[in-house]
């Protein structure tokens, strides 16, 4: 497992959000998420492209990469996607 991230309601936060618990882990290349919000019994792949650097911003917002190869004028060229989640 390369990255690891967990979020939801804290009992420290003096205003309740009464957010669910959501689990992201990048193992590999690929981003699995899990909620327990009684619907998602296992964990769901949520990336297309292979995934990469898995950054902690806060409590509630990460970044992700996504990188693949494109042709341009008949060379490889790597292009890369930052997602916000």
Same mark, same amino acid.
């Given at each position: 497992?390369?990255?690891? #991230? &967990?979020?939801?309601?804290?009992?420290?936060? +003096?205003?309740?959000?009464?957010? !669910?618990? !959501?689990? =992201?882990?990048? #193992?590999?290349? %690929?981003?699995?998420?899990?909620?327990? %919000?009684? @619907? *998602?019994?296992?964990?769901?792949?949520?990336?297309?492209?292979?995934?990469?650097? /898995? =950054?902690? /911003?806060?409590?509630?917002?990460?970044? =992700?990469? $996504?990188?693949? &190869?494109? $042709? &341009? @004028?008949?060379?490889? &060229?790597? *292009?890369? +996607? !930052?997602?916000? !989640?």
């Amino acid at each position: 497992m390369l990255g690891f #991230h &967990v979020r939801g309601s804290s009992s420290k936060e +003096k205003i309740n959000l009464n957010e !669910i618990l !959501i689990c =992201y882990m990048l #193992h590999g290349t %690929n981003l699995w998420m899990w909620a327990d %919000n009684g @619907q *998602c019994l296992e964990p769901k792949k949520i990336n297309d492209a292979p995934a990469s650097n /898995l =950054y902690y /911003l806060s409590d509630r917002e990460f970044f =992700y990469m $996504e990188t693949t &190869v494109s $042709e &341009v @004028q008949a060379k490889s &060229v790597l *292009c890369s +996607k !930052i997602y916000m !989640i």
